[in-house]
């Protein structure tokens, strides 16, 4: 079956411009996370979303990011005004149920965000 | 705060060697620990996880609370095994579950 799906899979950005990431998560997955994984480190983790609910963005490194998940299915991140610091790959995760500290979690291709 | 320490950016063995990657844990409550593997041009994949007590591939890794370690080991390595190995930790933040990855440690396995 289809796994988790990210667009666009690069995406190259000016300094203050605004990009969208989209995640297609694998169809009837409870649970959605993003994270961000900069060169040479591992994902870490940005927000959560059980269904459309947000349950946690602890993660989100400043106002200029947010996420969305309206009918708890494609999930958008947004970054506004981006800056070079974020320049990363941004991953999104799925899983079947909503106990995440022990649920399987199916990871997408990433999308290479570069900030010029 | 939760933490996951993979020492080892690089380890470099021999087909059939053993092969053991470092993961150490800091959290203070009881964890629930992981292990995702990325192999070249893929995406990143659950390998195993310490509550099944399961061996993949011929890896295994043991829970050791006292030392606050969860290595991941084979003892013959093959070169299919080379690859980007991610130990990983889920604890409790609030409520719910934030789950915190190492830096990871590249393996790679000559013929």
């Known amino acids: 079956g289809a796994g988790v799906s990210q667009s666009p899979r690069y995406k190259v950005a000016k300094r203050g411009q605004d990009v969208a990431l989209r995640c297609d998560p694998i169809?009837?997955?409870?649970?959605l996370f993003w994270y961000q994984q900069a060169l040479g480190q591992g994902p870490e983790f940005l927000t959560y979303?059980?269904?459309?609910?947000?349950?946690?963005k602890s993660g989100l490194p400043s106002d200029r990011f947010f996420a969305e998940r309206p009918e708890g299915s494609v999930s958008t991140l947004k970054i506004q005004r981006t800056q070079q610091e974020d320049s990363a790959v941004y991953l999104c995760a799925s899983s079947l149920e909503t106990g995440i500290g022990t649920d399987t979690q199916y990871f997408g291709p990433g999308t290479r965000l570069t900030v010029l | 705060a939760q933490r996951v320490t993979q020492p080892e950016k690089l380890l470099s063995v021999f087909k059939g060697a053993p092969v053991e990657l470092k993961c150490n844990y800091s959290y203070s409550g009881s964890p629930e620990l992981f292990w995702y593997v990325q192999y070249s041009r893929q995406r990143l994949q659950l390998l195993l996880r310490?509550?099944s007590r399961e061996s993949i591939k011929g890896f295994t890794a043991d829970l050791n609370k006292g030392e606050t370690s969860f290595h991941l080991k084979k003892p013959f390595a093959q070169e299919e095994d080379s690859a980007m190995y991610y130990c990983a930790l889920s604890g409790t933040s609030g409520g719910s579950y934030i789950p915190t990855f190492g830096r990871g440690t590249s393996l790679i396995v000559h013929p």
């Open positions: 169809s009837g997955h409870v649970s």
């Open positions: 979303f059980q269904n459309e609910a947000q349950l946690d």
């Open positions: 310490h509550i």
